[in-house]
């Protein structure tokens, strides 16, 4: 059987991502910009980066989008592209937590904690570990303030700190570091060696689409995907006009 071609979709973060991949060969990634809306561009990005591989919509096997959490209008705007596209082709989805997708973009460890800016001075945050291959939880999603998040993993040594999170708190990660005697690092590439005890700052993934489409293969070896009326927005807190009432 052909291996299937995935359009993979990342609209959680401000800038966003498009992804094209062959089972696990990426053909082609797109980076959206952080100053336009994604509903400005994205159908567009879809038939460009598509055209350029010489594919039409209708090449598309599966479809794969982050489900959240992150900006509550932009995964809407994903998921809702993602459910149009698949209805009227017939053809499944997947949806890959955000969190996950930029835990996997940390390579393999025992403790990666992804952290995602959440609005209103908070951040998204979670723990997994790569290890054999696989994303595994080892808490629960949290909306927390940057502070909290980080104290809330001070008692473990050994953790890769990765997201746009990681990089707009990187001075409280190190503080923290340095407080609990642990050695800090800012990390310029994904290969860390030798340095297992440490709190290491990761490289931000360009284009998180990458991972979403390499999870996505993972999730179709394992089972079928997803009907469109199946594919739910993990939004972990609720939007601030919900809080309002």
């Known amino acids: 059987m052909a291996e299937p ?3 993979s979709l990342e ?3 401000l800038a966003g991502s498009i992804a094209v991949s ?3 060969t990426i053909l082609a990634t797109r980076a959206g910009r952080p100053d336009i809306s994604h509903s400005n561009t994205l ?4 038939n460009e980066i598509l055209a ?3 594919l039409s919509i209708r090449d598309v096997d599966v479809f794969a989008v982050a489900s959240g959490p992150g900006s509550f209008t932009g995964l809407r705007i994903g998921l809702a592209t993602v459910k149009a596209l698949a209805t009227t082709l017939d053809r499944g989805c997947i949806g890959i937590p955000t969190l996950e997708a930029i835990a ?3 390579g393999v460890a025992d403790a990666i904690v992804a952290l995602l800016p959440a609005g209103r001075g908070e951040v998204f945050v979670q723990m997994f570990s790569t290890l054999h291959g696989d994303v595994t939880a080892l808490d629960q999603p949290h909306h927390l303030a940057p502070e909290k998040a980080v104290d809330k993993y001070v008692g473990r040594a050994g953790i890769r700190w990765v997201g746009d999170g990681a990089q707009l708190y990187s001075n409280l990660i190190e503080e923290r570091a340095t407080n609990a005697g642990y050695r800090f690092i800012v990390a310029d590439t994904q290969q860390i060696h030798g340095d297992a005890d ?3 700052i990761m490289v931000r993934a360009l284009t998180l689409a990458e991972h979403v489409a390499s999870l996505a293969l993972t999730r179709l070896q394992d089972a079928s995907p997803a009907t469109a009326n199946g594919l739910r927005a993990i939004y972990v807190r609720p939007s601030d006009a919900e809080m309002k009432l």
């Open 5 to 7: 071609l995935i359009l």
């Open 11 to 13: 609209t959680a973060t």
């Open 22 to 24: 062959r089972g696990s």
């Open 43 to 46: 159908l567009s990005d879809i």
């Open 52 to 54: 350029a591989l010489n």
């Open 104 to 106: 996997h973009s940390a």
């Open 198 to 200: 440490a709190w290491i």
